[in-house]
């Protein structure tokens, strides 16, 4: 019972962390630099109390009363129809609709068009109007011309760029759920699923097998899944992911890698991804093995011990990277991105190439003391009987505050901005 409830601490940790990040992410793809306020809303839904987003292809905001009951939901036309432009810029214009999904009403959220005009169109009842009782889809494909929606008087460019990017929105968002991409399996999936296994039989196959075939099979890692392929795990994709959702249909082979990463150490204790797929890992070991005895420098513990907390401090400046949406190239940190070596980047090369150099001198160097996303995996890891909670699950607890005190201070300049303070 002791180990089970420590897997399913470490378990509880890593997907606290990524829904923080996810809900971050959603929130910002949505409210971005001009959140959408409750008091907006209360002229078509007087009750209105909060606002919640919705993780789906409508990107809009679900709208709540006090007691978390939705009442309806509303729609901002910008950033989604930044190309359309009225006399002098943009206008983010707000759909809101009832629970029956019937639109109540449209309000100007934020213009970067002539002041004089947005005045114009308020006061013009008459074209706020005429979007009133249709559905989504309807008003997603309605003829402006047929339906009789024409210019504010005036205000031509301004009122007519809002009913363009009203129907564009709408029918952006009704598209986008309507077309979501079917399962489908390229080659490289098939052989994705191919390496998985091969890793299974090499981690969990008999001791004759895996002895015989471990050089080549090492070999074969780096030439097809690094150098071909370029199918690695990494920090840059796991935060990608996480951020912006799992490719689940277009790229199933991927997916069952990552999930194959997580699952197995966390249930059986055998580090498969790190061990049995990583080139990465591969080539340290090779070089390891081809390495002259006489260049091997064996470290002191006070050393080995200081080195090992450098792992932990990538995942928590890539935990800060991720909530805060900072402009830092992940694939940089580490070096897989390197083995795609016609989009590799000078930083990845650098990770790579010293992390080899390193691997020379020290057995596994990287992977020990520099590989983030190894320290993500190996933090999930099952142990047995004896598994104790340790320093690393301490650490792991700093995480989460670090990613709950960023992700609090989020929603809490989003509030400010949201009553103007």
Avoid at 229 to 247: E, H, N
Wanted: hydrophobic share 50%; with cysteine; aromatic share 10%.
């Amino acid at each position: 019972m002791r180990a089970f409830a420590l897997q399913f601490y470490r378990f509880a940790i890593v997907a606290t962390i990524a829904w923080l990040i996810r809900d971050v992410a959603v929130r910002q793809r949505i409210q971005g630099d001009s959140p959408v306020t409750t008091a907006e809303i209360v002229s078509f839904l007087p009750a209105a109390a909060s606002l919640r987003p919705d993780d789906s292809a409508r990107d809009g905001l679900f709208v709540l009363d006090r007691e978390g009951r939705e009442l309806g939901y509303v729609v901002r036309t910008q950033p989604a129809c930044r190309d359309i432009i009225g006399y002098a810029g943009t206008t983010d214009a707000l759909v809101v609709l009832d629970r029956d999904w019937k639109i109540l009403g449209l309000k100007t959220h934020a213009s970067e068009d002539t002041e004089s005009y947005l005045k114009d169109i308020a006061l013009d009842r008459r074209f706020l109007k005429k979007w009133n009782g249709l559905t989504w889809d309807a008003a997603a494909a309605l003829d402006l011309k047929a339906a009789g929606i024409e210019g504010v008087s005036g205000s031509t460019m301004t009122s007519m760029a809002i009913a363009q990017s009203v129907k564009a929105r709408l029918q952006l968002s009704r598209d986008q759920l309507a077309e979501r991409a079917p399962l489908r399996f390229a080659w490289r999936d098939y052989a994705l699923f191919a390496v998985i296994a091969a890793a299974g039989l090499m981690a969990f196959g008999p001791p004759a097998v895996r002895h015989r075939w471990k050089r080549p099979y090492q070999w074969a890692l780096i030439v097809y899944v690094g150098l071909i392929a370029g199918d690695l795990l990494a920090q840059k994709i796991l935060v990608g992911w996480t951020r912006s959702g799992i490719p689940w249909t277009t790229a199933p082979g991927l997916v069952l890698l990552a999930a194959a990463a997580l699952l197995v150490p966390l249930t059986t204790g055998k580090p498969l991804y790190c061990h049995h797929i990583c080139p990465h890992g591969a080539a340290q070991e090779l070089l390891s093995h081809y390495r002259p005895a006489r260049f091997q420098i064996t470290l002191s513990a006070p050393v080995i011990r200081g080195l090992e907390y450098l792992p932990f401090a990538l995942v928590f400046f890539t935990l800060t990277v991720a909530l805060l949406a900072l402009p830092f190239d992940l694939a940089g940190l580490e070096p897989f991105a390197a083995y795609v070596i016609r989009s590799a980047g000078v930083a990845t090369l650098a990770v790579a190439a010293v992390g080899l150099i390193a691997s020379f001198f020290v057995p596994q160097a990287y992977c020990r003391f520099g590989c983030p996303t190894g320290a993500l995996l190996n933090f999930v890891r099952a142990r047995g009987p004896t598994d104790t909670f340790s320093r690393r699950d301490f650490s792991a607890l700093a995480l989460v505050a670090l990613a709950v005190a960023l992700h609090a201070h989020y929603l809490t300049v989003l509030r400010w901005v949201q009553v103007g303070l």
